[in-house]
């Protein structure tokens, strides 16, 4: 039989298997010159083309795939004991966060998985190339032909039809035996990207009066909320850190930059006692972008910027532009980041993030890797902070749905994930704070007593709409409506879940700067310490997420055919724990 009949025959047949929810099972080829590997075990598969894209053809044959090769680690239940055990403050190691060699020794492949898979390339005439220092990712370029034989796929050419970008993917590829066990994904294969995939969204209104004065700032204006309003509400100190290794990352994406003119325009109105001209640092990957013009100068970027300058003072921030050339397809340059970071001999303190997209659109396998990597990152004493998102209880984005939608990668349960509060007397869950259950990770025990207690108030309610059993999010919350932030040199008002996780990051931030003076661990993962101190933080009891807009009326005939979660007392998924008390914050780090 011709071979790419016999390829196009398989792929068929394990797209109707998996639609039919077979297991996967073993094939065996005719032998070939490539004897020694000819068992195929189906590794994922997909049983239609996803929403918004459109098969137009068969992948060119001579066009050229570029594969990236994630190799199993060799540890990574060692790597989770160790993250918990230099992040539970119970804990004897607490604090004592490990190095880059430390990390590497649990991420790296295992010899025979180099050997194996080294083996396997070979036998198609190639050599992987590491793609990281531990060579846990592994990188070749091969043209559509020889990855189909390869992969035993049958890539086809897709096009996502409101961009008209098109893709080179299969809907199901295989891995002889002797390497699945040793691989963890390979993509490009059944990750389809989403290229208008962004982070929560960010409508933007002209406020009612731009205000200029200082006086007009001090007081906590839930219809204009700036850093004094959030420095009254949550008691943050406005004196300047003191310590040069103290750090926070801002991460951008979509070549998203900032702007330094708006963010010194943005000083001089929300924080006449800080120096204009205080500035952050600048990085670029996979063509990224920092052109410093008005125009293209970034929303997110520009908010994220100058709520970490504008509330931890004195930290030093950097910012990191991620641009469209990434390796990572799916994870739009999310891995390719982290994959720099832990090649890093110093790693930043804190990371904040305000993109996301919903669980389901990323391949399990894929998650699951990026997820180890935030807990490799973790584990060297990085505290990482994702916006929950801005869908309610349909993800990340408001939609038409059927069932509750999970957000990722918020549901890596080695995140922190920040929700929304809106108002100040009382301040209560927005309807856009995405939270719930996620449907790829288990309940991690740092949360179980507080998740155990919310449902147990729930009931029934809803109980078939989501996985109770999930890791719940967020864990926090800060306010995030009606931030003023200045884009374009003009003032504009924010809201989303965006805003509210670089406030909650820079508090974190000012308090690794008090830990750092006093000869003291920062923070690092901070999931057990949050579940820890309930007490921390103020309790939000109203709100409900349906995945309203804020100026939608609120109705139970919307949000996927409910009203959504309610804020309760204690932990929930609309705010999580609550919003920071900064004193009894440092309180429970032990600044006394």
């Known amino acids: 039989m011709h071979m790419a009949l016999k390829t196009f025959l398989l792929a068929s047949i394990l797209s109707l298997a998996a639609a039919k929810g077979f297991k996967a099972s073993v094939?065996?080829?005719?032998?070939?010159?490539?004897?020694?590997?000819?068992?195929?075990?189906?590794?994922?598969?997909l049983a239609s083309v996803p929403p918004g894209f459109t098969q137009v053809g068969a992948a060119a044959a001579a066009s050229l795939v570029n594969l990236r090769i994630g190799l199993s680690s060799k540890d990574t239940a060692g790597l989770e004991k160790a993250l918990l055990d230099v992040s539970h403050p119970s804990s004897a190691k607490y604090g004592k966060h490990l190095t880059k060699a430390e990390v590497n020794a649990f991420i790296a492949p295992s010899d025979a998985a180099v050997k194996a898979v080294q083996k396997w390339l070979s036998s198609h005439g190639l050599v992987g190339t590491p793609s990281s220092s531990t060579g846990h990712w592994l990188s070749v370029s091969v043209p559509v032909s020889k990855a189909n034989t390869m992969l035993s796929a049958n890539y086809q050419t897709y096009e996502y039809v409101a961009s008209g970008k098109t893709y080179a993917r299969t809907l199901a590829f295989s891995l002889p035996s002797e390497v699945a066990d040793f691989i963890d994904h390979i993509h490009p294969t059944t990750a389809f990207n989403n290229p208008e995939s962004r982070g929560p969204g960010l409508s933007?209104?002209?406020?009612?009066?731009?205000?200029?004065?200082?006086?007009?700032?001090?007081s906590c204006n839930a219809a204009a909320v700036t850093p004094a309003c959030l420095q009254s509400l949550y008691e943050i100190p406005a004196t300047s850190a003191t310590e040069s290794s103290n750090s926070i990352l801002v991460t951008g994406f979509d070549s998203e930059f900032a702007r330094r003119a708006d963010l010194n325009q943005f000083l001089k109105r929300y924080r006449p006692d800080m120096s204009p001209t205080m500035t952050f640092t600048t990085e670029k990957l996979d063509g990224g972008r920092n052109p410093q013009n008005s125009s293209s100068a970034g929303l997110e970027a520009n908010l994220d910027i100058q709520y970490t300058i504008g509330i931890a003072t004195g930290v030093p921030v950097s910012f990191v532009s991620v641009g469209a050339e990434h390796q990572d397809g799916a994870l739009w340059g999310f891995l390719d980041l982290i994959n720099l970071l832990l090649d890093e001999d110093e790693v930043p303190l804190?990371?904040?993030?305000?993109?996301?997209?919903?669980?389901?659109?990323?391949?399990?396998?894929?998650?699951?890797?990026l997820c180890e990597a935030y807990m490799a990152l973790g584990a060297r004493g990085t505290s990482i902070l994702f916006s929950s998102g801005d869908g309610g209880v349909e993800g990340t984005q408001p939609q038409k749905c059927i069932n509750y939608q999970a957000a990722f990668p918020v549901g890596c349960p080695y995140v922190t994930a920040v929700g929304a509060t809106q108002g100040v007397s009382p301040e209560i869950g927005t309807s856009f704070s995405s939270g719930g259950f996620s449907n790829y990770w288990s309940t991690p025990q740092y949360q179980t007593d507080a998740v155990a207690g919310y449902l147990k108030a729930q009931g029934s309610t809803n109980e078939t709409l989501f996985n109770a059993s999930g890791r719940a999010y967020p864990d926090v919350s800060a306010q995030g409506l009606n931030?003023?932030?200045?884009?374009?040199?003009?003032?504009?008002?924010?809201?989303?879940?965006?805003?509210?996780?670089?406030?909650?990051a820079s508090i974190i931030a000012l308090l690794n700067d008090q830990l750092l003076a006093g000869n003291r661990s920062p923070l690092g993962f901070l999931n057990p310490w949050l579940y820890l101190h309930p007490e921390m933080f103020n309790d939000i009891t109203a709100g409900r997420?349906?995945?309203?807009?804020?100026?939608?009326?609120?109705?139970?005939?919307?949000?996927?055919?409910?009203?959504?979660?309610?804020?309760?007392?204690g932990w929930d998924p609309v705010t999580g724990l609550g919003t920071p008390n900064f004193p009894k914050m440092r309180a429970a780090a032990g600044l006394f």
């Open 350 to 369: 804190v990371m904040t993030t305000s993109y996301g997209n919903n669980e389901a659109v990323i391949p399990k396998a894929l998650a699951f890797k």
């Open 204 to 218: 933007m209104t002209p406020p009612a009066s731009a205000g200029t004065s200082s006086a007009s700032n001090a």
């Open 27 to 45: 094939f065996s080829y005719p032998a070939t010159k490539q004897a020694a590997f000819q068992n195929f075990i189906v590794q994922e598969s």
């Open 545 to 569: 997420n349906p995945g309203l807009k804020p100026d939608t009326p609120v109705t139970p005939q919307l949000g996927c055919g409910t009203d959504g979660f309610a804020a309760s007392t």
């Open 483 to 504: 931030l003023q932030i200045i884009l374009h040199g003009s003032t504009w008002s924010v809201y989303g879940t965006s805003a509210s996780t670089p406030i909650f």
